[in-house]
Nanobody, 126 residues
Framework: QVQLVESGGGLVQTGDSLTLSCAVS????????MGWFRQAPGKEREFVAA????????YYADSVKGRFTISRDNAKNTVYLQMNSLIAEDTAVYYC???????????????????WGQGTQVTVSS
């Protein structure tokens, strides 16, 4: 069973930065594309960012493009989400997810992911 553990959430102010981390307990980490999703109270879970197995391709939701950066360290089995210029609308529980690499996988779709973390709360105070 692959386990994903997020960390780095917290309470920040508008304009601040925060970096989320997701540690993956899987020796074959490099076979997984990784994604970050978020869910605000009363809203559906939405795609935030994703990165392919090698780190060579990244994808972002329009709402975070230019402010957030996803990266991965395959030596540490960890994926990161650097969040800059945070705004109140970024407040949500952020989830890390892993999708086994396969032909045609769409890393911006939640149903493509095989494993999920428990989530970490990010609250941006205006």
């Amino acid at each position: 069973q692959v386990q994903l553990v997020e960390s780095g959430g917290g309470l920040v102010q508008t304009g601040d930065s925060l970096t989320l981390s997701c540690a993956v307990s899987e020796r074959t980490f490099t076979t997984y594309g990784m994604g970050w999703f978020r869910q605000a109270p009363g809203k559906e879970r939405e795609f935030v960012a994703a990165i392919n197995y090698s780190g060579g391709s990244t994808y972002y939701a329009d709402s975070v493009k230019g402010r957030f950066t996803i990266s991965r360290d395959n030596a540490k089995n960890t994926v990161y989400l650097q969040m800059n210029s945070l705004i109140a609308e970024d407040t949500a529980v952020y989830y890390c997810a892993a999708a086994l690499t396969r032909i045609g996988v769409h890393l911006d779709r939640a149903y493509e992911y095989d494993y999920w973390g428990q989530g970490t709360q990010v609250t941006v105070s205006s």
